[in-house]
C-alpha cells in the first residue's frame, strides 16, 4: 500500500495541475455572477439553487442538460482539434450551420428510406459539408497564407445569409400556414431517437470525443498536428508536410462541426430552423479553452454549459433573475480561462512551468 | 566640447591617480537567481579606470546577468554595487546610462533604416522647440568621432553599413552619452579577424581617454591579447582572476570549465571516397529578389569534412536551408549520391541518408514542449517500428529514447522531460543523437556548437570526427573560423553569397582566410 501511494499522488496531482485553472475560473467567475446578482437585487444563493434544480432536479431536466451538451461537445472539439494545429477556427458556427441544413435536407427531401439507412445518410452528409466548408479556410491558409480567424469570421456570415435564404427560399417548408423561415420536419426515419433518457446523439458525441482523444494522442496523424501547431519549422524541418496538414486539420474540424450540426436537427430540433443553433459553434471556442483543448475534457466542459443552459429558464422563473445572466457568468469564465495571470494572481499561484499545456500556442504565429 | 574637455580631464585625473583612488565600479557580493537556476551567487568584481576587464566564461556562467545587473535591466537578490566609491542602485538602463554606464549588446540595438546620426541620436535628441537640432548633434558626433578615431560617415544608412562600423555606431552611441563605463558583450562574435583588430585598436583608443571597458566574451586568444585583467566565471561564481601574463589559453581554458580540456582535435588525414553531396551553380533570391546565395557550386565528398567559413550573414544560412529542403533555391541543382534532389522536400533527403543538425535548434531542430521520446524520432516517427499502420508505438519510441540518452550521455531527468527543460548543450546532444544514429551518409551541420559550452563542442567535433571516419561526408557551417580550421579537411569562404575560394585545411592560415572572409580575395 504504502509504495502505490506516492504514485497516486503524483497523478492526483497531475490531474489537479491541468484542471485548477479552469476549476478556479469557474469558481471567480460565479462569485463575479453572484456579485452581480446582488447588485441587481436578487438572492444569489437562490438563483444558484434554482439553476442547480433546473440542470439536475428532475430526469427530464437532466435529458435536456444532455441535449443541450451535446453539439457543444462537436463544436468544443472542432476548435480543439484546431488549437491543437495552431489554428484558431471560429469557423464552427458556420461549418455547423451548413451541416445542420444539409442534414435538414437529406432528412425531408428523401422519402421512403429505412432509418438505419437514412440517419447515417443525413449525418454524412452534414459531416461532409463541414468538412468542406471547414477546407476553404484550410486551402486559403496554405496557398494564399490569409489568416484563418479573418477568412473564418467571414465565412460565418456568409453561412449565415446562406441557410437563411435556403430556408426562406428554394428548401422553405411550404406546408399550410407556415409562415416563419425554416426547412420541412425531417422524416421519421432520419430522426435520432433517446435510450432512457439519453439522447443518442450524446453518446456518439462522447464516442467521437474518445475517438479524437486518440487520434490526438496515439496516431502518427495527431503527432504530426500536435507537431504543426507547437512548431510549424520544426515540422517542416522532419519532412512533415506542413501545408497539407493545416487543410487536413481544418477539414476534421469542420466535419466535427458539421456532424454536431446533422445531430442538432436529426436529435433536438427535428428540422433545420434558422436561429435554433445561434452561438453553439461561438460557444465551442469557451468550451475548448476551459477544457484546454484536452477532447475527454471537452465532455465535461460542454456538461456544465450545458447545465448552464438547460438549468437557466427554471433560473429566470422560480428566482426571478434574467437569462442573460448565464451568459455573464459564462463570459467571466472565458475571461478568466485565458486571463490566466488574473488567475494565479487570485491565488497567489507560482507562474506556470514549461510543462503545462499552452491553450494559446500557434495564435498568431504565422 | 563638453565631451572633449571631459575625456581630457579624466586622462590627467587617471594618469595622476594610483591604486584605489582609480576604483570606479565595484560590485560586492552579487547574488542573483532565477527560478531553478543560481546565475550569481556570491560575485564581486572591480574595475580601474581605464582598463580592459575581461569577464570569461561558457554560456550560462553568469556573465550576462552580472552586466544586466549592473546594466539595470535586472535587480540583484542581494549584494551591492559602487560607483566611485558611492552606493548605486539602478532601476533601468536609463539610470545607468545617466550614471555615465554604456553597453554594447551582441545584437545591436540600431534602427537599420535610419542614418548613424538619428540612430546616435535616438533617445537623447538635441532639441531646438519642437524641432531636432541635428546640426548641433553632428558636430557633437564629427568631434567625438575625431577624438576617438572612429571615423563614420554621420548620414550613411545603416543597414548599409558592414558589421564592423555598424558596431563602431554602438560604440558612438555610448560616446554621445557620455559614459565612462562600456560594458561590451561578445563584440566580437559577428566580426571578422580583421575586423577584430581593428575593434581592439578602438578599445585601447578608449581606455587611453581613460573610459573603463568590461568586454564580455568566451574566446579565449582575444582575451588574452586586449585584457589588462581577466575575471573567469564559472556556474555563477568567480572562480579566479588572472592577467595576460600570468595565465595561457590552457590554463584559462581549464579555469572556465573546471577541468582540463582538449582544445585541438585529435584526427588522422582525411581519406575521401566517392561524392555524396553535389551542389551545382546554385541560386537562392531573398524576398527582395537580391541573390542570398549566388552560383555556388561544392562538393563533399565520404570520409571528408568540408567546412564553409564567413562572417555570419553572408548567405551560408540561406544555403545550408537550400541543400536541406527547408527552403526554395531559383535555379541550381543538389545531387546526394548521385540522385538529383528535388525542391523543399526535406524527407526525401533523409531517407537518401541526409543528418541535418540545423543551426537554430529551438527552431528548426526540435520541438521544445515535446518530451525527448517525441524529439528523438521527429524524422522518422512513421516508420516501423515507432508506428505501425499510422498508429504510434509507445514503447518502441521509449526504448529509442533511452537507448539515445546513453549513448549521447544527454543529462536529463528522464526520457519524458521536456526538450525545452534541458540546457542548451544537452538539447544539441539530443539532435545530434537523433540525426547520427540513423543510417547517414551525408551530415551536414550548421553552427553546431553556437552557445554551447566546452565540454560540449568538444564532444560534437569529436562525433562529426567520428562520423567522417566512419566513411560519411560532413558538411560544417560555421563563423567560428578556429572551428572550421581544427574540424576541416577542405575549407570553403563564403563572402556575400558566393564561394570565393576553396582551400585545403593544411595550407590555410587564419590571416589569408580572415581576407577572403571579408572579401579581399
Redesign the interface.
Known sequence: MESVTPSQNNWLQKVWFSVRIPFLAIILALIVGAVVLLVSGSNPLEAYAQLFKGAFGSLKNFQRVLEKSTPLIFSGLAVALGFKAGLFNIGAQGQLLLGAIIAGFVGFSIKGLPSYVHIPLALLCGIVAGALYGAIPGLLKAFSGAHEVITTIMLNYIAINLTDYLSDGPWKDMSPGNIVSRLPAIEESAKIGTIGPVPIGFIVAVLIAFLIWFVINRTTFGFEINSVGLNPHASKYAGMRTKVLIIAALIVSGALAGLGGAVETQGVVGRYQPGFNAGIGFDGITVALLARNSPIAVIASSLLLGAMKGGANTMQFYANVPNEIIDIIQGTMLLFVTAEMVVRWVFKMRKRSETEITVTAGWGQR | MDTLDLTNDKTTEATKMTGKETLILEARNIYKTF?GTIANADVSLELHRGEVLALLGENGAGKSTLMNVIYGLYTQDSGEIFLNGEPYSINNPHDAIAAGIGMVHQHFMLVPVFTVLENVMLGAETCRGPFLNKKAAEAKLRQLEKSFGLEVDPHAIIEELPVGLQQRVEILKALYRDVEILIMDEPTAVLTPQETEELFKIMRRLTERGVSIVFITHKLKEVLEIADRIIIMRRGHVVGSATPAETDEHGLASMMVGREVILEVDKLPAEPGDTVLEVKQLNVHDANQLHSVKDCSLSVRAGEVLGVAGVQGNGQSELVEAI???RRYNSGEIWIDGKRMPQE????L?ENGMA?I?EDRQ????????PLT?NFV??N??REPY?RH???N?EAILKNADALIERFDVRTPSAET?A??LSGGNQQKVIVGRELSRDVSLVIANQPTRGLDVGSIEYIHQTLIDMRDAGVGVLLVSSELDEIMSVSDRIAVMYRGEIVDVLDARDANREHIGLLMAGHA
Open positions: 527560478p536541406t529542403g527547408l522536400k526535406p524527407r526525401v533523409v541535418h540545423p527552431k528548426h531542430g526540435l520541438i521544445l514542449q515535446y517525441s521527429l524524422c516517427y512513421y508506428s499510422g498508429v504510434l509507445a521536456s525545452g527543460d
